[in-house]
């Protein structure tokens, strides 16, 4: 067990639809780090927050945003879902920059 | 459990056997690297990692290999088991400028 709670483990949902995906860091984790992985990708960093303040963005689109809240758990709001946003969504944290990253269990995004 | 990377690399090898999965980094000032292993419908496992002043570094059956020179990074498991099957990730960081960046991972499967 690494520690990260990601809640759900799975989501349905229609096109055009908007969901949050929510994450609780391991204790002590200051940093919280978004990750999507489908087949064809790989895993892809979205962005990262450090104690509540964005830190790092990587290839996320504008119809994603994220925030980290005062207790250092992190939601991921995916809006205006289309089928290619199926994928798994991984939360991860860290102690500090350049630290191993605990990844959760994920959570499973189908758009139909 | 869930299929990660239908397409990936795959290694084969006999219970028992050592197994070498290979990674090849692209970002010259990447200073840090990690080894993941992910199991079907699990998030990414931290491994071990090494830092570039480094070029050699073991832990528990595992040896991680740094070659900085031509931009290599090796994953050694003596006497694979069963429960190494898995994928297996590589990922790099350039201290302070960018968060991991993963590669596209090698499926391990053991043969008993």
């Known amino acids: 067990d690494s520690g990260v709670t990601q809640t759900p483990k799975h989501l349905i949902t229609a096109t055009g639809q908007r969901v949050t995906l929510r994450c609780s860091p391991r204790?002590?984790?200051?940093?919280v780090y978004w990750y999507q992985q489908s087949l064809d990708q790989g895993l892809q960093f979205l962005i990262q927050?450090?104690?509540?303040?964005?830190?790092a963005k990587g290839n996320i689109l504008e119809r994603f945003s994220a925030q980290q809240f005062p207790d250092l758990h992190s939601e991921l709001n995916l809006s205006s879902l289309e089928l290619g946003d199926s994928a798994l969504y991984f939360c991860?944290?860290?102690?500090?920059?350049?630290?191993?990253?605990?990844f959760g269990n994920g959570t499973r995004l189908t758009v139909t | 459990g869930e299929s990660v990377g239908l397409h990936l690399p795959t290694l084969s090898v006999q219970e028992g056997d050592n197994s070498i999965i290979n990674c090849a980094y692209s970002?010259?000032?990447?200073?840090?690297f990690i080894w993941y292993k992910q199991e079907s419908g699990k998030g990414p496992q931290f491994i071990i990692d090494?830092?570039?002043?480094?070029d050699k570094r073991q832990g528990q059956r595992v040896t991680v290999l740094l070659n900085k020179t031509v931009k290599h990074l090796s994953l050694q498991i003596a006497a694979t088991q069963p429960g190494d099957s898995a994928v297996y990730f590589c990922?790099?960081?350039?201290?302070?400028?960018?968060?991991?960046?993963f590669g596209k991972g090698t499926r391990l499967s053991v043969i008993a």
């Open positions: 927050y450090y104690n509540g303040e964005e830190r």
């Open positions: 090494i830092r570039s002043n480094m």
């Open positions: 990922a790099e960081s350039d201290s302070g400028n960018t968060p991991l960046v």
């Open positions: 991860a944290s860290s102690e500090q920059y350049n630290s191993p990253l605990h």
């Open positions: 204790s002590g984790d200051l940093s």
């Open positions: 970002n010259s000032a990447s200073d840090y």
